[in-house]
Structures are given as C-alpha cells and as structure tokens.
C-alpha cells in the first residue's frame, strides 16, 4: 500500500447497504472488490464508536480520484433511508474537530463523498447535511 503523504481533505460517508460491522465492510471491500483492505480509515457505529479501518498513514479507497490527499470516515448505516443516531453525528463532529487541528484543515474541506468531482452519489445520504456539519465548526 502507498503511503498517505499529506491530507487536504476529510471525506465523509455512508455505509449505505445493511451492512452493520466493521468486519462485514472489510469482507466486502477485500473479498468482493478486490481491494487490499477496507477503503476507509476510519468508521462510526450506531452507538458513536468509532473504529478504525484502513490505518491513517495509508492511501484509502473511498473517493476516485481523491484517495491519495484524503482521510475517509463512514458512518454505519443509509442515511438516504434513516437518520444517523445522535451519538453517531456527536462523534463525528468530536471526530472531525480533533483532526481538522492535526492537519491543519479549513472546516471546507470537510466533504461529503457526493461533494468531491465526478461522485455520481448521494453518499453520506439525503439526511445528513453537510453544510450543517461545516457549520459545527
């Protein structure tokens, strides 16, 4: 795997299928896709745990296109179906607050996947509002 050599953006998505584990995500990702482990570096349960994925100092594969300057989270569920528990979008903001002081990032760059060029998406999902994220900050 290369090496994640600077990171400009946080990508934030959606599991999307009823997909509920880490370990289910990273069978789909590796045995499925073909990838040499889980795409994101990072993932929130129902339950505002959060768990790592791919180890942050690798590329991911999350954003085609953008994986070689970004940090991936996905938050466990489809959010074009439900909303996120509550305890999922407090760790996410906790989340995403302590690693926009350690890569020195502008709260812009803080992007739904469907936000990023060429993301023919919804993911994060039509409940979560990503302007109302940025706006946490």
């Known amino acids: 795997m290369q090496l994640l050599k600077k990171i400009k953006f946080i ?3 959606h599991s999307q299928r009823k ?9 789909l990702h590796i045995n499925k896709y073909g990838w040499e482990d889980i ?5 929130i349960d129902k339950k505002g745990k959060i768990q790592k994925g791919r180890n942050e100092k690798f590329i991911g ?3 085609f296109g953008h994986n070689k300057n970004s940090l991936g989270i996905c938050l466990i569920g489809n959010f074009d179906e ?6 999922q979008i407090q ?3 906790k989340f995403l607050k302590n690693k926009i002081k350690k890569h020195h990032l502008n709260k812009k760059n803080i992007l739904g996947h469907r936000e990023f060029s060429g993301a023919a998406k919804t993911c994060p ?3 979560i509002d990503m302007n ?3 706006e946490m900050f």
């Open 11 to 13: 990508a934030v998505h």
């Open 19 to 27: 997909i509920d584990s880490l370990k289910r995500i990273k069978d």
């Open 39 to 43: 795409g994101y570096h990072y993932l």
């Open 61 to 63: 594969a999350h954003v």
């Open 82 to 87: 439900e909303k996120p528990a509550k305890k």
């Open 91 to 93: 760790t996410l903001l």
């Open 125 to 127: 999902g039509k409940f």
């Open 132 to 134: 109302k994220v940025r």
